[in-house]
């Protein structure tokens, strides 16, 4: 006799829950993409050093004002609480001791054996989510590609792409769309 596989979807709330029985601790790699439990990639030396950077770039470009949360839960649905390496939002910390920010204008993940995940489920995830501005910072290739446009995608992981994609160098420059008189130096993200 043969038994189907099965598995189980996750709310956000019963994540949440977990984390408050102690299931999972602060600082472990899991996360929460779209109903399933993924682990998340450990960081590398040169990993840690480009949110190190792109933090600081960030906080520079954006300025008061603005929240740069690096690694920090993102409540975006009811079944999705990624973890980007990096997303800011308005406000201050204090704006979301309570719950998590749901509308970043910036999220940035930072990637090296991640790539796969961040092209294709994680930006699908995100631009379902219909956020305007995704960034990757790709350690392999050494550039910084830029998602913006999202869009109904039936081919995409869930259902959303982003209809623009540009892949910066390290000579580029970048504007976030939230900040629109700021430069980021690619070459100051990379380590």
Known sequence: MEYATRTRRWTRAEYERLIEVGV???GDPVELLAGELVVSEPQGSEHYTAICLAEEALRAAFG???????????????ESEPEPDL?????????????????????IEVAVSSLPLDRNEKSSLYARAR??????????????????????DPT?????????RQV?????????????????????LLP
Request: without cysteine; proline residues 14%.
């Open 87 to 107: 997303a800011v939002a308005p406000g201050t910390l204090r704006d979301y001791r309570r719950e998590h920010p749901s509308r970043p204008v910036l999220v």
């Open 131 to 152: 956020l305007e501005d995704y960034w990757i910072v790709n350690l392999v290739d050494r550039a910084l590609e830029v998602y913006r446009q999202p869009a109904p």
């Open 156 to 164: 995409a992981p869930y259902g959303w792409s982003y209809s623009s």
């Open 24 to 26: 999972f601790r602060p």
């Open 64 to 78: 008061p004002g603005w929240l740069v949360r690096p690694q920090g839960p993102v409540a975006l649905d009811d």
């Open 168 to 188: 910066l160098g390290p000579e580029s420059s970048a504007t976030p769309l939230a900040a629109p008189d700021a430069r980021v130096l690619v070459s100051d």
